[in-house]
């Protein structure tokens, strides 16, 4: 959509109130304020309506004659009139916004946001309505419906036929979807504002999840199977991530899944074993799991006087052309350096040097050596499922004394 498509549009809602505005200036304003000030069209688009009616002073904003559309038909940057059933809800993030939810028809499901100062009535869970002239904007690769002042809501008096249809975690795609996945792991929270967040997954891959502290929200279970439905899928640098507060989320007790991995292989050195590796001190309280400090404080739960030991290793992987962060659980831990919890704790207890002797038993044994692992890229770090060390492999060997000139049997 460019600026001229909107400058004719916006002079035509004007027209229709017998005032006459030339497209001309309004594209003028449009422009200074995408091109100049960095404002979306939508945005902008809003702001001359409501500079040109004020100057013209009129009571109302005109409203986009819009054709009522499907909610799987929206693209960003359009109005829309759309009738669709609240499918959830969410305490908004910042007073500027006074509600935020899910909508759904029976083509899809699409965020949508109500800003605090459009005035628009509250909705309700479970009910249908007329959404008129309202603007679709995209955050992230997401498409979102935005109610503004000239937005009309109406309530149905019959429901939309809403019906959420399952996908793959491999097939999501930024936007609303549904799926049913098995709890994976549950990870270090590392913001103040996130309740729980971690690993769900089917047989075609695994996909990370947020849960963000609300009075509502509930933890998943590890190793539980759920029928999620309308999760909002978000982008971020090329990495797909799913948030469940607006969400449904229903276990199946007896459900049974295959968790793909759909990681890669990486190999390399490891060059790196940092702080927080070795034997970590691990809060008590039920559903929290955060690392404590040396001195037993728990972000969120503050001083305790128990724990559970713990072991991993954080660091970093060089394949030769990239440097990768890299996470290791206990089990993999153990399984690479055939060191147990149950040792590394002897010897913590033990040893005049603590933890750091761990530590340091750690880095002597991985680093500077050659490993193959396995895992899912999280974004900024890897999570390993499977490492060994790099065995001497002839037909490697053969082939780089050949890409030197020599020979496989050279001294």
Partial sequence: MDLSEASE????????????VDAAAIEKKLRILVEQFGVNLAEAEKTVIEN???????????????????????????????????VGLSKPFSPTISQTGILADATGAIQFTAWARANAPLLQEGQSYRIESAVVDDYRGVPK???????????????????????????????????????????EARHDRIFQTGLVGDESGTIKFTIWKDDDATALETGTVYNIFYAAVSEFQGRLSITLNEAKCFPDEEGEIEVGTGGATYQGAIITIGPGSGVIKRCPVEGCNRVLSRMNYCPVHEMQSGFRYDLRIKGVLDDGEKAH????????????????????VETVESSPMGLDDVLYRLKDTMMGRYFTCTGNDLGETVLIKGCAPVTFDPDRHAELLNRLGGEADAE
């Avoid at 002079?11 to 006459?20: A, G, H, L, N, R």
Wanted: aromatic share 4%; charged share 25%; no cysteine.
């Fill in 145 to 187: 419906l935005n109610f503004h002042a000239g937005t009309t809501i109406t309530l149905l008096d019959e429901n939309v036929a809403a019906i959420p249809q399952m996908t793959r975690v491999a097939d999501l795609r930024p936007g609303v979807a549904s799926m049913r996945v098995k709890m994976v792991q549950e990870w």
């Fill in 9 to 20: 549009r916006i002079s035509q809602k004007f027209k229709s109130q017998s005032v006459e």
């Fill in 325 to 344: 962060n890299i996470l290791m659980q206990r089990e993999v831990v153990e399984a690479a350096t055939g060191l147990t919890l149950e040792e590394a």
């Fill in 52 to 86: 040109i009616a004020k100057e013209h002073g009129l009571e109302s904003i005109p409203r986009q004659n819009a054709e009522q559309r499907e909610i799987g038909s929206l693209l960003p940057g359009e109005w829309a009139t759309i009738e669709a059933k609240v």
